[in-house]
């Protein structure tokens, strides 16, 4: 393949926009078609290529624009609930495909995923940005190098906004998101499987929605999606991991916190700061010894996006992935496991008891 790598991008809205910005600044890579049936995103996605809009073509559809020759690989950032349908042409077409997570919202659909996949003999990549954040990147280098010793608890927290409009406001119903422990939470059951370095074997998740969305109504329905919860995960290796998310907790200074506990000591890393802290034990009253340090982001890569800098160095791995150049370090099993460990959670929740991942057979 060139060393130029042609993109495609079926989805138009928010976060396809973000990849625009970021394959703008991506070496090796162009855009040359886009598709998604909304013309208000379309006009978002032209206003965001600038310069280059006219000579990148627009798509009704994603089968289309695989068959239109243009394109060398394609990213989807489509609704979740589309993805399966998204990705069929795209499969049958051959193409290199980046898929924003999660993968899909039901296990039957991302079962389905991972055997197009298998079966493909071109690269699949599920987007979860969040393991390419570089103080992640630094706590997860730190951690795996035993400087906390044999982990044994990881804790997350996610203190941020409300979920934000979508076209049709189709996030408002966890028919179309697989709720909020799929849709948002994925990516954390991701980074638990990432540093813990084991399967999830049994989950309890106490949620609710209480704040938001309350007196929203969309053809008179109310929205059922959790906007608060907490999430314990067992792990096959005897480690466990709780999720702390809060979704109206706007404010809070740090949008990410991770903490992994070892026999040896604690390692604490914070988004946006990117201030890494490690805390060895010391013993009872003796001085403390924690050490400091900021991860820097670079500057081009945090105004490209939302996400902390992180797609632009996910797009750096999958464009060598496209060449030839690098593995798939996000695997379509990857983006199963993280569904089914958010499918347990949204279950765990609303029937208020522990989910066995066997239940869900894994």
Same mark, same amino acid.
Request: net charge negative; aromatic share 8%; hydrophobic share 45%.
């Given at each position: 393949m060139?060393?130029?790598?042609?993109?495609g991008?079926?989805?138009?809205? =928010? =976060?396809?926009?973000?990849?625009i910005?970021?394959?703008?600044?991506?070496?090796g890579? $162009? $855009?040359?078609?886009i598709?998604?049936?909304?013309?208000?995103s379309?006009?978002?996605? @032209?206003e965001a %290529?600038?310069?280059?809009?006219?000579?990148?073509?627009?798509?009704?559809?994603?089968?289309?624009?695989?068959q239109?020759g /243009?394109?060398d690989?394609v990213?989807?950032?489509?609704?979740?609930?589309?993805?399966r349908?998204?990705l069929?042409?795209?499969?049958d077409?051959?193409?290199?495909?980046?898929?924003?997570?999660?993968? *899909?919202?039901? %296990?039957e659909?991302a @079962?389905?995923?991972?055997?197009?996949?298998a079966?493909a003999?071109?690269?699949?990549w599920t987007?979860?940005?969040?393991r390419y !954040?570089?103080?992640?990147v630094a706590?997860?280098e730190?951690?795996?190098?035993?400087?906390?010793?044999?982990?044994? =608890?990881?804790?997350? @927290?996610?203190?941020?906004?409300p979920?934000?409009?979508? $076209?049709?406001d189709?996030n408002?119903?966890?028919?179309?998101?697989?709720?909020?422990?799929?849709e948002?939470?994925?990516?954390?059951f991701?980074?638990?499987?990432?540093?813990v370095?084991?399967?999830?074997v049994? +989950?309890?998740?106490?949620?609710a929605?209480?704040?938001?969305?309350?007196?929203?109504?969309?053809?008179?329905?109310r929205p059922?999606?959790?906007d608060?919860?907490?999430?314990?995960?067992?792990? &096959?290796?005897?480690?466990?991991?709780?999720l702390?998310?809060?979704?109206?907790a706007d404010g809070?200074?740090?949008?990410?916190e991770?903490?992994?506990?070892?026999?040896a000591g604690r /390692?604490? +890393?914070?988004?946006?700061?990117?201030?890494l802290?490690h805390?060895?034990?010391?013993?009872?009253?003796? &001085?403390? @010894?924690?050490?400091?340090?900021? $991860?820097? +982001?670079?500057?081009?890569? %945090?105004?490209?996006?939302?996400?902390?800098g992180?797609?632009?160095?996910?797009?750096?791995?999958?464009?060598?992935?496209?060449r030839?150049?690098?593995?798939?370090?996000?695997? *379509?099993?990857?983006?199963? =496991?993280?569904?089914?460990?958010?499918?347990?959670?949204?279950?765990?929740?609303?029937?208020?008891? +522990?989910v066995? !991942?066997?239940?869900?057979?894994?």
């Amino acid at each position: 393949m060139a060393e130029t790598v042609r993109y495609g991008l079926v989805g138009a809205g =928010m =976060m396809g926009v973000e990849h625009i910005g970021n394959l703008a600044i991506t070496p090796g890579a $162009v $855009v040359t078609a886009i598709a998604d049936p909304h013309e208000p995103s379309l006009r978002l996605a @032209r206003e965001a %290529l600038g310069d280059r809009a006219s000579e990148v073509t627009a798509f009704a559809d994603g089968g289309a624009l695989a068959q239109s020759g /243009l394109v060398d690989a394609v990213i989807v950032s489509t609704p979740n609930f589309t993805h399966r349908r998204v990705l069929e042409p795209l499969f049958d077409a051959g193409l290199p495909i980046l898929c924003e997570k999660p993968l *899909a919202t039901t %296990l039957e659909d991302a @079962r389905w995923v991972v055997g197009r996949a298998a079966a493909a003999g071109a690269p699949f990549w599920t987007a979860m940005e969040y393991r390419y !954040m570089p103080p992640v990147v630094a706590f997860l280098e730190e951690v795996h190098a035993g400087r906390i010793g044999d982990l044994h =608890m990881l804790s997350i @927290r996610e203190h941020r906004f409300p979920f934000l409009k979508k $076209v049709g406001d189709w996030n408002r119903f966890s028919e179309n998101t697989g709720g909020t422990m799929v849709e948002k939470c994925c990516h954390f059951f991701d980074l638990m499987r990432l540093i813990v370095r084991s399967e999830a074997v049994r +989950v309890y998740c106490s949620g609710a929605m209480d704040v938001n969305h309350l007196d929203e109504r969309y053809d008179g329905r109310r929205p059922d999606i959790i906007d608060n919860s907490y999430t314990v995960v067992d792990f &096959a290796n005897g480690a466990r991991a709780m999720l702390d998310l809060c979704m109206f907790a706007d404010g809070a200074a740090n949008q990410e916190e991770i903490t992994a506990v070892g026999d040896a000591g604690r /390692l604490d +890393v914070f988004i946006p700061s990117g201030e890494l802290v490690h805390s060895p034990r010391v013993g009872f009253r003796n &001085a403390k @010894r924690v050490e400091r340090r900021v $991860v820097e +982001v670079d500057e081009a890569a %945090l105004r490209a996006g939302s996400h902390h800098g992180s797609t632009f160095y996910e797009h750096q791995r999958f464009n060598a992935a496209v060449r030839g150049a690098g593995p798939v370090e996000v695997t *379509a099993h990857d983006g199963l =496991m993280a569904v089914a460990i958010g499918t347990a959670a949204e279950l765990s929740a609303r029937e208020k008891r +522990v989910v066995a !991942m066997a239940e869900l057979g894994f």
